[in-house]
């Protein structure tokens, strides 16, 4: 959805309540109380669902990202408007001056719900088929006391460890016979080191069985082959790296240029919800306008049956 249609469609409060409510009744409402989702009998004046069988309450924002927060229904809206318009994203202080909030914190927190969101719409989903695995190092904020003291280079106490796999099914020509390679969907997870027991984790969440895993010949990685189909694993060089891991580094490159371009410096603590944002923008790269939409569903979504 474009500003010109989102104006058109999303003018007021009440034009966002209508949209949400007719979207909550569409998939119906989550009930805390039954643990299921009966049929709910809407109050106007106040506007709340009423449970038919428990006679519970549930406010329009109940069970969403939108929860407990004191911004309208219109901010919230606008706020995936801004997010989902370009595949690049936004800094917080120009977040914060589109959306008019006085506080910088009120930006940076719904920025950080909604990538939160993100990532948890992206968790429903595995990895399958042939899928490519690697690990980038991604500079971290670091206290300028404490960066003379750090050492540098690959393992450097200033980066981060971000595990990347991606979706990589190789397609055949069939007149000329050319192989090529089509990229599928990507994850992205912030690991604590490049232990076994880390990458097994990651590869046991986020890749099914039955794929086949490609991966070079890192001793971490010796037990994969018991998680997945089958393993391949390469020897890492330029040029193997890029005939049999394009995907991993062609996203990793995206990845710290986007980081570095827009945001120059990123906490670890907050990482994981940056590369929500990213991969969830990368694994809808051609929804192209729908991306609203998209993430309206994501954010709705009765994630308490779920996540309790």
């Known amino acids: 959805m474009n500003i010109i249609e989102f104006i058109q469609h999303f003018p007021n409060e009440e034009s966002c309540e209508s949209y949400l409510k007719a979207y909550r009744e569409k998939t119906g409402i989550y009930c805390k109380t039954c643990k299921s989702s009966p049929k709910q009998y809407w109050f106007s004046g106040k506007k709340f669902f009423e449970c038919s069988q428990c006679r519970r309450r549930t406010s329009l924002k109940a069970g969403t990202v939108m929860e407990s927060s004191n911004q309208s229904l219109h901010t919230w809206f606008t706020a995936f408007l801004l997010m989902s318009a370009t595949k690049k994203g936004f800094s917080c202080l120009e977040f914060q001056r589109q959306l008019g909030l006085k506080r910088y914190q009120t930006a940076f927190s719904l920025m950080h719900k909604i990538r939160t969101v993100m990532g948890k719409r992206d968790d429903l989903y595995f990895l399958n088929g042939m899928v490519e695995y690697d690990e980038a190092y991604v500079e971290k904020a670091t206290k300028k006391a404490l960066q003379e003291h750090l050492k540098r280079g ?152 779920h996540y309790e």
């Open 154 to 305: 690959k393992g450097s106490q200033k980066q981060s460890i971000v595990a990347v796999a991606s979706e990589s099914t190789p397609l055949e020509n069939p007149q000329t016979g050319e192989k090529s390679r089509h990229c599928g969907f990507f994850k992205m997870k912030v690991l604590p080191n490049v232990s076994a027991d880390s990458v097994e984790r990651f590869v046991q969440k986020t890749i099914d069985r039955e794929s086949v895993l490609f991966t070079d010949k890192n001793p971490a990685y010796i037990n994969l082959e018991k998680m997945v189909e089958s393993h391949i694993q390469i020897k890492s060089s330029k040029d193997s790296t890029k005939a049999n891991l394009p995907w991993v580094h062609v996203a990793i490159s995206n990845l710290k240029k986007n980081l570095l371009g827009i945001y120059h410096m990123v906490s670890e603590k907050h990482l994981q919800n940056y590369l929500n944002e990213f991969v969830y923008k990368l694994n809808r790269r051609y929804f192209g306008e729908q991306l609203f939409n998209r993430l309206i569903i994501a954010s709705v979504y009765p994630y308490v049956q």
